[in-house]
């Protein structure tokens, strides 16, 4: 089932409930609307309990450029404006939520991704909070989640520049934990998901860590592979996986 949404489409396939940002003609940087419909779409995801594991992705070549600075801001003082921060329904989410960054993430697109559980990107990625060479500072979390994400001295250089940083440079400091190709995985869907079990368990408490293979066991599970896997072992023959 796929849902078109002023800003956001979503589906759900094999377990994964996909949140894609569509608005390409901005880098899917998000106004006031796209804030608003981005959060109840979240919330019908987390209601779907086809959905196992939450992806966002962005439509077109960027991932998020963050807020649409092109929107006018409210008239009233910033000190008593309500704010809708991008990443706000990220972090509530009860489900997994995996960033799949497929493009630029930048500013409020980043923090969008920090706020996810697990964040893997395409090889044509940039990653920054760059809201210095604007006057402004990240707003919505980056700068406790940068830090606490990689060495707090990375993170600092990169607040303090505001400079984007590639996707080989973003593996190299563990802020994301898996590389592909632009527009497709390259890799067999069960070598993705252990490899997404291994990386993101590593470092948390064992408990945590035995939730994520089971997550990971259970979006397999769904998945053709997993029945062509086992078919090929009752029928004594090599399998034929297809990634889906």
């Known amino acids: 089932m796929t849902a078109p949404v002023?800003?956001?489409e979503s589906t759900v396939e094999n377990g994964v409930g996909w949140v894609r940002l569509n608005r390409p003609e901005r880098r899917n940087a998000f106004d006031t609307?796209?804030?608003r419909?981005?959060?109840g779409v979240m919330t019908d995801m987390e209601a779907d309990d086809s959905a196992r594991i939450i992806a966002i992705m962005g439509a077109g070549s960027a991932f998020c450029a963050g807020a649409d600075l092109?929107?006018?801001g409210p008239k009233e003082s910033s000190l008593t404006a309500p704010r809708m921060r991008i990443a706000a329904p990220v972090e509530v989410a009860q489900k997994p939520v995996l960033a799949c960054i497929n493009g630029p993430a930048v500013g409020g697109g980043l923090e969008l991704?920090?706020?996810a559980d697990m964040r893997i990107a395409s090889r044509s990625a940039k990653l920054g909070l760059s809201e210095v060479r604007v006057g402004s500072i990240p707003g919505g979390g980056g700068v406790q989640r940068l830090g606490r994400a990689i060495s707090q001295a990375t993170a600092n250089r990169m607040l303090f520049t505001g400079a984007?940083?590639?996707a080989a440079e973003a593996l190299r400091i563990g802020l994301v934990s898996d590389l592909y190709e632009d527009g497709e995985f390259d890799a067999?869907?069960?070598l993705r998901m252990v490899k997404l079990a291994a990386r993101q368990?590593?470092?948390a408490p064992v408990d945590l860590a035995v939730t994520i293979d089971d997550l990971c066991w259970r979006v397999i599970s769904t998945t053709d592979d997993w029945q062509e896997g086992r078919s090929a072992f009752r029928e004594g023959r090599p399998p034929e996986f297809r990634g889906s």
Do not use: N, S, Y
């Open 37 to 39: 419909t981005f959060a």
């Open 70 to 72: 092109k929107e006018a």
């Open 113 to 115: 991704a920090l706020a």
């Open 164 to 166: 984007l940083i590639d």
């Open 6 to 8: 002023v800003g956001v």
């Open 188 to 190: 067999p869907l069960a």
């Open 201 to 203: 368990g590593h470092h």
């Open 33 to 35: 609307a796209m804030r």
